[in-house]
């Protein structure tokens, strides 16, 4: 693989992400998928989908877990259902995540991912040592599968994500870098944190957003625009990437589901921006 392919996010059912035809209309060569319900979790389902992807020439590079009942209504109801973090559905949810790693061994992929969610600040608590106990256990699981877990950023600082990977001591935890989650979340500066993490990134998001009011951050959320509208900085981002030696998939993440052919325009043009800028940068 070259550095920096272009990537977008996809599904293969989940409804989330962009259509593979239009991955395909783009001539996109990587994705992330989005992992399929529980129903069509199946071999077949990895033989048609890995099938159709490679007859396209398209590489799946990593694929998410999500779960029934999680909600981005409000940054309050994200914390109460986002995740491996929420302790009423932890136990059913890590077991859907060693599915999930089932499922990604089937598509040849060697990465899974996923919001853990809002991991509790006290690092001497029962819940935060009880989600500790559970990262390895899923962690552990990933490994026997040959592969690696990558957690994406936003919910957390870079101070305290990195605490949380330090304190689950295992060597298969790492990073996927969303720029546009730490202004959403309001949890730091999206450059500043990447240059803090940068040695445990090994996937990334290029996805943008504008800060919420300075006395709403934290609380409320900021809001995504396209590639290049808000407050990242593409250019500055996509520097600070090769100075971090990351050179793998800039994966293209445009949350509009409910307007696809908005979301088909917006990645469209955030595939020739990242193209102009990866010609001027690497």
């Known amino acids: 693989m070259s550095s920096w392919p272009i990537g977008v996010f996809t599904s293969v059912d989940a409804g989330l992400g ?43 590079t990593c694929v998410f877990g999500g779960f029934d009942g999680e909600s981005y209504a409000s940054i309050e109801e994200t914390a ?40 509790p600040e006290d690092r001497n608590g029962e819940d935060y040592k009880d989600l500790l106990a559970v990262t390895r256990e899923l962690l552990d699981h990933v490994k026997s599968n040959g592969q690696s877990l990558n957690l994406e950023t936003g ?35 999206p450059i500043e944190a990447l240059k803090k993490v940068g040695h445990l990134v090994r996937s990334v998001h290029c996805k943008d957003a504008t800060w919420a009011a300075e006395s709403e951050r934290g609380t409320g959320w900021g809001r995504e625009v396209a590639l290049g509208q808000g407050d990242v900085g593409m250019e500055t981002y996509l520097r600070t990437l090769k100075e971090i030696g990351y050179t793998g998939p800039l994966t293209i993440e445009r949350e509009i589901p ?15 921006l990242l193209e102009e800028i990866r010609s001027q940068t690497l």
């Open 155 to 189: 919910q957390e600082t870079a101070d305290h994500l990195l605490d949380f990977i330090k304190d689950v001591e295992r060597d298969n935890l790492f990073i996927n870098f969303d720029p546009a989650n730490m202004i959403l979340y309001g949890t730091g500066d």
């Open 258 to 272: 409910e307007d696809r052919e908005q979301q088909k325009a917006d990645v469209g043009a955030a595939v020739r």
């Open 18 to 60: 962009v259509r593979l035809d239009v991955v395909q209309e783009l001539n996109i060569p990587t994705v992330q998928i989005h992992a399929p319900h529980k129903a069509t979790r199946t071999e077949e389902t990895a033989k048609s989908f890995l099938a159709e992807t490679s007859a396209a020439g398209i590489q799946i």
């Open 80 to 119: 109460r259902t986002v995740g491996l973090v929420p302790q009423s559905t932890r136990q059913a949810r890590l077991q859907e995540m060693k599915e999930i790693s089932d499922f990604t061994k089937l598509l040849n992929v060697d990465t899974v991912a996923l919001h853990i969610g809002f991991v």
